[in-house]
């Protein structure tokens, strides 16, 4: 059965860092570009970043410069390290496969940025 383990999130003032950790099983994983999702209050889930299979990386306009995704494949495991955070950063932050997510979701980890 697939899983996916969000975790990482918090409460963050603007400006602060946080490192999100997601821990995959099912060998789907392990062959398959991931990405970030996040879905903030009253706003569909949108696409963050993305990570290929042999490391290269994508990233939505507004969190360039300032978000850095990685992946661990021989552990199953991605980060997402945010720095610089603001307000429009506080959302439930996913992971999944990318381009197509299974159907499957994880419960998320909550990031709220705020003063």
């Known amino acids: 059965q697939v899983q996916l383990v969000e975790s990482g999130g918090g409460l963050v003032q603007p400006g602060g860092s946080l490192r999100l950790s997601c821990v995959t099983t099912g060998i789907i994983f392990r062959v398959s570009p991931m990405a970030w999702y996040r879905q903030a209050p009253g706003k569909q889930r949108e696409w963050v970043a993305s990570?290929?299979?042999?490391?290269?990386?994508n990233y939505e306009d507004s969190v360039k410069g300032r978000f850095a995704i990685s992946r661990d494949r021989t552990k199953n495991t991605m980060f997402l390290q945010m720095n610089n955070l603001k307000p429009d950063d506080t959302a439930v932050y996913y992971c999944?496969?990318?381009?197509?997510?299974?159907?499957?979701w994880g419960q998320g980890t909550q990031v709220t940025v705020s003063s």
């Open positions: 990570i290929t299979l042999n490391g290269n990386t």
């Open positions: 999944n496969k990318f381009p197509t997510p299974v159907s499957s």
